[in-house]
């Protein structure tokens, strides 16, 4: 799934590194269809969930390690203070792909029934804040969650930090606090102080370096952010090949904020063409703006490719190969040797720069509905039909993006196409030179439209066969070649 790479970033967490007094109001939650419920609350995922057997069952606590995959246990106790039978674990694991990470993990598990403990975890990449752990146990023991707790996953709308946003239909959360519409996604949390969300925002931008993925670009850009001049940490990420099916670079705005009062830590990311494309998806819209954009910022109608990490910093990147499958329609005096010929061809491009490459290509084509005409060899003339077109060429060519993921192309070129006959050699080395044929040059014009990887062309070529003295002055030198073509 190509959205993959984008929800990676936003699911990631990140903890204050300050015990202090927390106002729960900026906690959300989901639940899931299983009854599961996850929560954020100032850079922490909290999950409430259920497990077969009890609190002083060793087997219990065992099966429990084992789900949550806890590598390094840190500490194992019960809490005589709270009111259910109890048992804590702390936890620490090494993340997968980040290798300067770890995350720890407390798991507060109590007896919810004579066969059933409900589990309740928190989950951090830096030191655990345990203020805030015994606020929010407090609350669950009292029943005390559930309001802010939602069951929908359609994200009509968000309350962030103190504003109502509508949405529509087409957005979705994530997880609390993480919400994903048609190309953007973005993520937040609500902290005590500015120093804290500013620790945050910091964790996130390190643990989001996976070893399957290349940073284009990094840098920090001024934007308004809820109406506020803000500095954003703006990384431009690119997915290595062979990590996954996304191969779109991402673009992730990092941004710390006092908004309302609220001291937020917020990541806003969509996918892009390249580390110059600065347009914004319609969702970080309604929380960010650039009033200025940098001068090599692309235009929309501008960009040609999306942009691929060779190591080089290409500012570019070009499909290196056309499939074209079409035919040959000759026109004028050239109809009275064949009406139509199919054929096929590719090309193999070189970029030179953002929007030009030059392509070596070839065609074959197999006349249909020959005609009989004169052919001139040895001072003798024999009648012969066309039985095989082909042809070699440069072309140069010039692509412009009409609007997003349509591209027009035009291109000139020139080559030397042949005509192989019908006619038999008396005498020959092998079977490719076993007949008779004809070489000129073939000198051509083309413009092509395609959608993505799929597109129509339309060519004019200009073919002076009397030049060869092979055929008749009259023989024809203008043909169309139109088909359909597909790019890697």
């Known amino acids: 799934m190509k959205d993959l790479l984008l929800t990676g970033f936003f699911i990631l967490l990140s903890t204050p590194l300050f015990s202090q007094e927390y106002d729960l109001g900026g906690m959300q ?8 419920v996850m929560l954020e609350l100032s850079g922490y995922e909290i999950f409430i969930t259920t497990a077969k057997g009890q609190v002083n069952n060793k087997k219990t606590i065992n099966s429990i390690k084992k789900k949550y995959g806890m590598e390094t246990i840190l500490a194992e106790f019960s809490e005589p203070g709270f009111s259910k039978t109890n048992k804590i674990i702390e936890s620490e694991s090494k993340v997968k792909g980040r290798p300067k990470v770890k995350l720890n993990q407390v798991f507060y598990i109590f007896n919810k029934s004579d066969r059933e403990v409900e589990v309740v975890s928190f989950r951090t990449l830096n030191q655990r804040d345990v203020v805030l752990e015994e606020e929010v146990i407090k609350m669950y023991l009292k029943n005390g969650l559930d309001h802010c707790i939602l069951d929908e996953q359609t994200a009509n709308s968000l309350s962030f930090a103190g504003r109502e ?11 609390p606090h993480n919400v994903n519409c048609k190309g953007g996604q973005m993520s937040w949390s609500e902290f005590p102080s500015f120093e804290s969300a500013n620790l945050d925002i910091n964790t996130r931008i390190d643990a989001n370096m ?28 690119k997915q290595k090949p062979g990590a996954g099916q996304s191969t779109k670079p991402l673009i992730v705005y990092y941004v710390v904020q006092e908004v309302r009062g609220r001291y937020v830590s917020c990541v806003l990311g969509n996918y892009g063409y390249g580390r110059n494309d ?39 990147f070009d499909y290196y190969m056309e499939i074209h499958a079409g035919s040959w ?3 004028g005096n050239l109809r009275n040797a064949y009406k139509a010929a199919p054929s096929v061809g590719a090309y193999i491009g070189y970029p030179i720069k953002k929007e030009m490459a030059i392509d070596f290509g070839f065609r074959i084509a ?7 005409f004169d052919y001139y060899h040895s001072g003798w003339t024999e009648v012969a039909k066309a039985r095989f077109i082909g042809n070699i060429n440069l072309r ?24 192989q006959t019908d006619l038999e050699k008396e005498y020959y080395y092998d079977d490719n030179d076993k007949w008779y044929s004809f070489e000129t040059l073939d000198v051509f014009g083309g413009v092509n439209i395609r959608y993505k990887r799929a597109g129509l062309y339309l060519e004019y070529h200009y073919t002076p066969f009397s030049i060869t003295n092979k055929v008749r002055k009259d023989y024809g030198n203008s043909a169309l070649n139109l088909g359909a073509a597909v790019y890697f």
Not at 29 to 36: I, T
Not at 214 to 235: C, K, M, Q, T, Y
Not at 282 to 304: G, K, R, T
Not at 400 to 419: C, E, H, L, R
């Open 366 to 372: 197999f006349p249909v509905n020959r005609q009989l």
């Open 29 to 36: 939650g989901l639940r899931n269809r299983k009854g599961e």
């Open 329 to 331: 329609l000759p026109l």
């Open 278 to 316: 600065y347009e914004l998806a319609p969702l970080l819209q309604e929380v960010m703006s650039i009033p200025v954009l940098p001068e090599a910022a692309y235009n929309q109608f501008d960009i040609p490719q999306y942009e691929e990490d060779t190591g080089k910093r290409k500012e570019y």
């Open 396 to 419: 140069f060519r010039y692509q412009q993006a009409v609007a997003k993921n349509i591209y027009w192309t035009t291109y000139a070129g020139a080559g030397v196409i042949s005509v």
């Open 210 to 237: 996976h070893e399957n993925i290349n940073v284009l670009a990094e840098d920090d850009i001024d934007i308004l952010f809820e109406g506020i001049p803000s500095l954003a940490h703006r990384v431009v990420y």
């Open 165 to 175: 946003i509508d949405l529509g239909s087409a957005c979705r959360w994530t997880s």
